[in-house]
């Protein structure tokens, strides 16, 4: 058997030494993209669970059977997920990251999932999935190998999504590791999009097209949403303050590029929500709730469902966070300005209405008063020329009816984040072509 594997801290940093010398122009492939990825999923961004942060690559079933990659495993989440209200608030997905495979595929060059660890198949779990009224994910890698060393798919890419689409899959995670070639990259990530659709069968494609190709190229990201539903920019998240912090400057530094870019069907993707483990303090899980909403970003949970504290669970099951990520204007929220370690971010929404989140990034002291004028929200309409303002958190509760010239004093704890629903209470409308348009 296999002993457990770890990723690298940054696994575009192994093919950054594999394309080291592959400075070269992509050149046309004969591939057939004029429509390119159409598929009708992802039109708001996906909802569910994964299991590579909290369980990573743990194989050894032998002796710590609870937590090892298993049929077992994606069973017991399944359940939890179908009866006890996350798919209630929208998460359906069960997605399985890397370590599922058979270190090689079968005798009719088939991917095969693990049979010790998988007594009954993909297939089988696939079914006992939709049986719940969810829907499953697997991985695989655009690559010779996966990050983990298992079977990659270069030169399989159809024999691949059709095997996917027969188990029935639901959604497919595509990683990076083990390329020979930016060209490869970039045609497999491609290839794997087409394939995908002439199986017939609706499978969400998410991508790490972009954080393989930024070391080296600036990512096409009008090609990228061609293809891909969501599509990963930044190395793996982990279970800590500072590589939420990392996620969030990255995406607030380069949210020129990446967020006109975002809509349905297709998202940027700040990867997973680790919301009840271990390295978040409660203010540090509510920042992380409220900036994934503002940012549209996928919320795929990884933690463990079977043991998760009530808080956590009452965060991740807020029902009107979760309507602020689901929004079917579909517009990205962006950083609008950065001062005196405070943020404020800000997203628009349907009929009119903005979410607003101010983060205050002190890790000494206590909780820390800031004062935001209205007039500054939503490109000055936010609240024109009077709204409701709600705070969602960390607690909810009406703050009242503002007018537009008004100022609202709000106090934060370090770290920690408040998240606001501005609607307008007026009956003037204003055309969203004005605001959205300068976005």
Known sequence: MMTAMVRPVSRVLRLGCVLAFCFQVLVPCGLPGAWGLDNGLAMTPTMGWLHWERFMCNVNCQEEPDSCISEKLFQQIAEIMASDGWKDVGYEYICIDDCWMAPERDSEGRLQADPKRFPGGI??????????????????????????????????????????????????????????????????????????????????????????????????????????????????????????????????????????????????????????????SRDQQITQMALWAIMAAPLLMSNDLRSISPEAKALLQDKDVIAINQDHLGKQGYQLRKE???????????????????????????????????????????????????????????????????????QINPTGTVLLRLERTSSAQFSYSVVSDSL
């Open 123 to 280: 297939h089988h779990l696939a079914d006992y999935v939709h049986s719940k009224g969810l829907k499953l994910g697997i991985y695989a890698d655009v690559g010779n190998k996966t990050c983990a060393g298992f079977p990659g798919s270069f030169g399989y890419y159809d024999i691949d999504a059709q095997t996917f689409a027969d188990w029935g899959v639901d959604l497919l995670k595509f990683d990076g590791c083990y390329c020979d070639s930016i060209q490869h990259l970039a045609e497999g990530y491609k290839q794997m999009s087409l394939a995908l659709n002439r199986t017939g069968r609706s499978i969400v494609y998410s991508c790490e097209w972009p954080l393989y190709m930024r070391p080296i190229f600036k990512p096409n990201y009008t090609e990228i949403r061609e293809y891909c539903n969501h599509w990963r920019n930044f190395p793996d998240i982990y279970d800590s303050w500072e590589s939420i912090r990392n996620t969030l400057d990255w995406t607030s530094s380069n949210q020129e590029i990446i967020v006109p870019v975002a809509g349905p069907g297709g998202w940027n993707d700040p990867d997973m929500l680790v919301i009840g483990n271990f390295g978040l």
């Open 340 to 410: 005196d370690n405070f943020e404020i971010w800000e997203r628009p929404l349907l009929n009119l209405a903005w979410a607003v989140a101010i983060v205050n990034l002190k890790e000494i002291g206590g909780p820390r008063s800031y004062t935001i004028t209205l007039t500054s929200l939503g490109r000055g309409l936010a609240c024109n020329p009077n709204c409701l303002i709600t705070e969602l958190l960390p607690e909810k509760r009406k703050l009242g009816f503002y007018e537009w010239t008004s100022s609202l004093k709000t």
